[in-house]
């Protein structure tokens, strides 16, 4: 097998549609135009990254009412206080987020305005109260007007539920119990400018792995304390460019490590799994995170050749 050696850009790798690639070879009239064209994974870690943002709003808000432990690209501090508003419903069961009317500068660095809502009166659990970490629990996001530096969020649906087995476990759920969520998502993002409209399906799994770990998970009477979790993704997506290319991606067993693996600027990298990225009609990029050391290296491999790579 070829290897070459080339430094990427996480999105860039994660979701890598195409990739700029040097190579030693001299090239000859036999040789295939490398795949340079980085529009499918632009638009796509656009979507990736916005919904990700927003699952995770949705697990702090209706774990404990507030948003004062989510924390973002190594951020201290939350959103700022004159960004964002959190409502809590007890009654109702919804919990609205509330960025106002007009660009608002967050701490993450983003420029947020609108709302999100989170509904969650459907949930199916006999454990009172119902928080993100108890089974049965079942919510709806909508938005309204939620705009995030400049792109447009439309979620046309988009549903996150708890499916851990209550039978299996005590009704307490002690420590040790695996907290898994099913996440779904149909959204469509304007870019800015003109620039066209991503639209972006998924259908993933969510476990949290170190449930057995009480700097984590401390059963169900207190909030799941992100910061020291490590978690599991499975699953897929698919969708349309700006431009109108479509593409898939599978993630198997993609693990990020926040409380064990930290790098410079407060970052936590996927430490194992894999992504299968294929572009349009494009061969299938098979992108490996290693087997769980703390860097941030991985490697790539497109049409038989491996490039290691450095995020």
């Not at 700022?80 to 500068?105: A, E, H, I, Y």
């Not at 993704?233 to 693990?255: E, F, P, Q």
Request: charged share 15%; hydrophobic share 30%.
């Amino acid at each position: 097998m070829k290897t070459k050696q080339v430094i990427l850009t996480l999105s860039t790798v994660v979701l890598a549609g195409s990739l700029m690639l040097t190579s030693c070879r001299k090239k000859t009239k036999e040789e295939e135009k490398p795949d340079d064209d980085q529009t499918e994974a632009s638009d796509h870690t656009v979507a990736e990254n916005t919904m990700n943002d927003v699952e995770g709003i949705g697990s702090q808000g209706s774990e404990n009412g507030s948003l004062s432990t989510y924390r973002m690209g190594g951020n201290e501090a939350i959103f700022t206080s004159s960004c964002t508003t959190v409502t809590s419903n007890t009654v109702s069961k919804t919990v609205t987020v509330d960025f106002g009317s007009s660009p608002c500068l967050c701490a993450d660095g983003k420029m947020r305005s609108g709302k999100l809502i989170f509904d969650y009166s459907t949930s199916t659990n006999t454990i009172m109260p119902i928080y993100y970490r108890t089974p049965g629990f079942k919510c709806s996001v909508a938005s309204q007007n939620y705009v995030v530096d400049s792109y447009t969020v439309n979620i046309i649906n988009k549903t996150l539920e708890n499916i851990t087995p209550l039978a299996s476990v005590s009704p307490s759920l002690v420590p040790g119990t695996m907290l898994t969520w099913s996440i779904s998502a149909n959204v469509n993002i304007i870019k800015p400018s003109g620039g066209g409209t991503i639209s972006w399906i998924c259908n993933r799994t969510k476990k949290l792995l170190n449930t057995a770990s009480t700097t984590c998970y401390n059963g169900q009477g207190i909030p799941i304390i992100w910061s020291q979790a490590k978690i599991q993704l499975d699953g897929t997506a698919s969708g349309t460019t700006a431009s109108g290319n479509s593409y898939t991606s599978n993630i198997i067993a993609l693990v990020r490590d926040f409380g064990g693996c930290t790098l410079l600027g407060g970052r936590h990298p996927f430490i194992s799994g894999d992504i299968q990225f294929t572009p349009g009609t494009k061969a299938t990029r098979y992108i490996n995170f290693g087997s769980g050391t703390c860097d941030n290296n991985g490697t790539i491999t497109i049409k038989g050749i491996t490039y290691a790579f450095s995020f």
